[in-house]
């Protein structure tokens, strides 16, 4: 008997748990389940302290933080290729500016969980129709990392200079998911080793598109000073 | 009878039914009795006390692989990359279970970047033997992977397939394991002197067919160059 009730309880409290969004009927299952289950994973999170970015964009570094950013920004979820067949998700604000559409690569292609937490924090950063969604800004022509090497897709092999895939603020869709790694990175206090490298690893390589002196000033003071 | 021959009999016959008519128990959790009646019986019964107790740790090590391996396929079934166990479990491993998560690596698609990787940051986090160091070295030097649907085949189209926008997240998992080698090396020689098998390592890999390997290695090993100065002139 109490077992049979343990298991009601279990399944009343996992039907009650609420994302704040809803799913498009015909985004299979299993992209369903792997969403919420990251979603699960980022609601957990805890730490100390944060940079003062962070503090500014989202709070605290802390679960209910995040999960109350996503659910007040995204208010569906639907599927969409969105028009590449490499891409993971996209806000189209043409359609719906508070809709997020997600891939079958969100679950096809063998992401670390903090990879694919970042492409929807990325994403939900653009459903800010207040902001103008946030719009990316042309990378510098041309445009070189520190080594003096142009910056360009490697599976393409297409430079990077021009195209709309920086930005010129910390606040941005780049700025603020890296800003959220980077703190992940150096402040969770219950993540793995490995959550937190690869957030590192993650947040590092999204700094690369901050274009403008001022704002990767103002990311380095924050996050990146010894 | 004699004594000694009725000992060999129970010996020889606990050694089959240890090794086949019980090797399923091997893959399960709990206890193993007769794993356990063989390991004691030998310790107590055998010629040479040293073999039985390198059998016993044998057949505990055995044990201790499948264990972790089990672990770690449920962690991969999972898709969690914050199970506790990936810390609590993999710590110090020993050198056979990072050769069986070695073996693990070799036969996983090349697509699993993140299961890659993830054996990468285990063996990686307890580098102790040149095995160890050629292991991450057969890390760096694969063929770079062209698609996350298709390591081997390059199959975007030039315009369709450019996404420039999330690309990088891409590009970062296409090298994700290259990429955990890098900061494991980094990482451990954050605690101990820049030996030359590791450096020459770090210096192949800034010849990498990727350029985001190639530059990795190449900032790792210009920081250990200066590091290395620092401490000449300290």
């Given amino acids: 008997m109490i077992k049979i009730l343990s298991i009601i309880a279990y399944f009343s409290f996992l039907s009650s748990f609420s994302f704040g969004f809803t799913f498009d009927n015909d985004v299979p299952a299993k992209i369903q389940d792997q969403m ?24 605290a570094v802390d679960g209910q933080t995040y999960s109350q950013f996503f659910s007040s920004h995204v208010s569906a979820v ?81 430079a990077l200079a021009g195209e709309p895939a920086c930005d010129e603020t910390p606040y941005g869709s780049y700025g603020s998911s890296l800003i959220m790694l980077k703190n992940i990175s150096k402040f969770c206090t219950n993540c793995t080793s490995k959550v937190k490298m690869d957030a590192g690893i993650y947040a590092d390589d999204q700094f690369k598109r901050i274009i403008s002196e001022d704002a990767k000033q103002r990311i380095h003071n924050d996050l990146y000073r010894s | 009878m004699s004594k000694r021959f009725l000992i060999s009999l129970i010996f020889l016959t606990l050694v089959g039914a240890g090794f086949f008519g019980t090797s399923h128990l091997f893959t399960q959790g709990g206890n193993y009795p007769i794993r356990k009646i063989f390991a004691e019986f030998a310790i107590q019964h055998s010629k040479s006390d040293t073999a039985a107790i390198q059998i016993k740790t044998h057949v505990h090590n055995e044990i201790e692989i499948r264990k972790k391996l089990k672990i770690l396929d449920e962690i991969f079934q999972s898709k969690n ?31 699993s970047r993140n299961e890659r990787g993830t054996i990468v940051f285990l063996v990686g986090k307890s580098l102790s033997s040149e095995k160890d160091f050629q292991f991450l070295r057969q890390v760096l030097a694969e063929a770079p992977c062209l698609s996350l649907s298709d390591c081997t085949s390059n199959l975007s189209h030039p ?51 990727s350029p985001i390997v190639s530059h990795m290695a190449t900032s790792l090993e210009h920081q250990l160059l200066k590091d290395k100065d620092m401490r000449l002139f300290i």
């Fill in chain 2, 81 to 111: 990359d914050n199970d506790p166990r990936l810390d609590l479990e993999f710590n110090q491993i020993s050198q056979e279970t990072k050769e069986a998560l070695e073996k693990k690596y070799n036969e996983l698609h090349l697509e």
């Fill in chain 2, 159 to 209: 315009t369709q397939d450019r996404n420039s926008h999330l690309g990088s997240v891409n590009e970062i998992t296409l090298e994700y394991p290259q990429i955990v080698a890098l900061k494991s090396i980094e990482t451990y020689l954050a605690n101990h002197s820049p030996d030359p098998p590791l450096m020459q390592i770090v210096r192949e890999a800034s010849h990498s067919k």
């Fill in chain 1, 36 to 59: 919420k289950k990251d979603l699960e994973f980022i609601g957990t999170i805890q730490s100390q302290t944060q940079s003062d970015l962070h503090k500014e964009i989202f709070g």
């Fill in chain 1, 78 to 158: 639907g599927l969409n290729e969105c028009g590449n067949n490499n891409a993971v998700a996209c806000v189209i604000p043409f359609y719906d500016s508070s809709k997020m559409w997600i891939t079958q690569n969100y679950i096809k292609f063998s992401h670390p969980e903090v990879a694919r937490l970042m492409v929807v924090f990325h994403e939900s950063r653009h459903t800010e129709e207040a902001n103008g969604n946030w719009p990316h800004a042309n990378c510098p022509q041309p445009f070189l990392d520190a080594d003096g090497t142009p910056m360009k897709s490697i599976w393409t092999g297409a």
